[in-house]
Every structure is written in C-alpha cells, then in structure tokens.
Nanobody, 121 residues
C-alpha cells in the first residue's frame, strides 16, 4: 500500500501564492506519474497538473502560466507551486500517484486525503 500526505493548503488572497506538497510512503518499489487534481463544491474532480517520472509535465488550460508542478524522485515527493491565485482556484486539492509496490504487486493508483485551498479577500 501507498500512503500520501498532502500539506500546504490554506486561505490566501487573490493574487497570492501557495505551495502544496505531497509525500508518498509505504511499500513502494517505484513511482511513475504523479499529479494534482482539484474538486470545487458542486463540480467534478479535474486534473490540475501531472508530471512523469522523467519530468514531462501537463497542465490544465486554466492554470497554465500560473502553476508549476515538480517532483523530487529521491524523496517520493511532488509539489505544486501556485501563483497569481484566483477565487476560482478555490477547491480541495488531491495528490495522485501511480506507484509500483511490493504489496500489492503491480502498478496501482493512489489518492491523498485532500487539502483545502481557499482564495478569498
């Protein structure tokens, strides 16, 4: 099993910045793709950004140029730097990873518990 712990959420004014972190732990053999999703009240969960093991990134159009995803493979950690935050960025942000584990054997998908980001004046 893989356990994901997110941190860094909170309340910020429009135009401000936050940095989210997600650390993976457990019986990990290797981690493939890592990503961040978000879900606002009454809306479906959506992909914010993802990053492959090799460092290739993908962003939702709504965050391009404002958010940056990065990872530290040696620490099994993924980050999301969020700048120029807008009220519409308000949501619960979830970490997501594809990890190869010892038990259960194989490539599986895991979710964090979520961290609240609120952008408001």
């Amino acid at each position: 099993q893989v356990h994901l712990v997110e941190s860094g959420g909170g309340l910020v004014q429009p135009g401000g910045s936050l940095r989210l972190s997600c650390v993976a732990s457990g019986s990990i053999f290797s981690i493939d793709a890592m990503g961040w999703y978000r879900q606002a009240p009454g809306k479906q969960r959506e992909l914010v950004a993802s990053i492959t093991k090799g460092g290739s990134t993908n962003y939702a159009d709504s965050v391009k140029g404002r958010f940056t995803i990065s990872r530290e493979n040696a620490k099994d950690t993924v980050y999301l730097q969020m700048n120029s935050l807008k009220p519409e960025d308000t949501a619960v942000y979830y970490c997501n990873v594809w990890a190869r584990t010892v038990t259960p054997v194989g490539l599986n998908n895991y979710w964090g518990q979520g961290t609240q980001v609120t952008v408001s004046s």
